[in-house]
């Protein structure tokens, strides 16, 4: 059986899209059809999986309101609550289909609830909700160790703050973390300040590896620096550069380029 597919990333932080609006082609998504996709050799290549499916055919939430569901999973076929970048691509291939209007607020439903996507061109924000910083923690890579900060931003993050993001390595295996504290995983994000209201970040991110960039961990990863107060933030990525922005009320925005560039049909 074939089926049709869409490739885009938000800052080279790329995902397989699966048109699937009624429910029908997909199933329950197996999480092997999401490995071969995902594949970068045998495969399409990506750091996980969008179907893109109405919300009345596989509702994730309450979410009357929100016609449209982002069943995301991570490239080893885990399912993972949020992604900031991939909700952004969601949307705009929502958008370039007219499956929604692009000059009003789209809302998605996702497993951390419904967000709104608002749409500017090939940019678009997301508002992720609150991101909550819970603690400190630790992390490791290899024999090297690192205090973290714990930030609840959709997705679970742990923030490390180093003088040189070269001090994370090669990234190649998972970084050791407390597993009572995330069952489920965690992503990490090394961190450096470039300045004020200016960060660069590394991320390798639960069931996919080191990615290009990650978008609620660029959330993370600001809030961070700052656990307090309205603020704007410029953070840097391997893949280009995102904006984050908090209000007064505690919302907390992202705001990065989305592109779709291939689409096609495949059997894997």
């Not at 931003?153 to 090669?170: K, Q, R």
């Amino acid at each position: 059986m074939s089926y049709p597919f869409l490739k885009g990333h938000g800052t080279e932080n790329d995902f397989v899209l699966l048109p699937d609006h009624d429910g029908s082609l997909h199933g329950d998504l197996p999480a092997e059809r999401v490995r071969a996709l995902c594949d970068r050799r045998a495969g399409i290549g990506a750091d996980g999986v969008l179907r893109v499916i109405r919300t009345s055919a596989a509702p994730l939430v309450e979410a009357l309101d929100a016609e449209w569901s982002m069943d995301y999973r991570n490239a080893d076929g885990s399912l993972a609550e949020m992604c900031g970048n991939g909700i952004r691509v969601f949307t705009r291939h929502l958008v370039d289909e007219g499956l929604v209007h692009g000059d009003r607020p789209v809302r998605i439903a996702t497993r951390d609830g419904v967000k709104t996507v608002t749409c500017d061109g090939d940019t678009s924000t997301v508002g992720i909700g609150t991101a909550t910083v819970r603690g400190k923690t630790k992390v490791g890579v290899g024999d090297r160790s690192w205090s973290a900060i714990h930030v609840d931003a959709g997705n679970p993050h742990a923030v490390v703050m180093v003088e040189d993001l070269a001090e994370a390595g090669e990234l190649l295996d998972e970084p050791a973390y407390d597993e009572s504290l995330y069952p489920h995983g965690v992503n990490v994000e090394f961190v450096v300040r470039r300045g004020l209201g200016h960060v660069g970040m590394r991320v390798h991110e639960r069931g996919s590896g080191e990615t290009r960039s990650c978008g609620t961990g660029a959330c993370a990863a600001a809030v961070a620096t700052a656990p307090d107060g309205p603020g704007r933030w410029r953070v840097d990525v391997p893949g280009g550069t995102l904006h984050v922005s908090r209000d007064e009320a505690a919302e907390v925005y992202l705001t990065g380029p989305a592109v779709i560039i291939a689409r096609g049909e495949t059997n894997l």
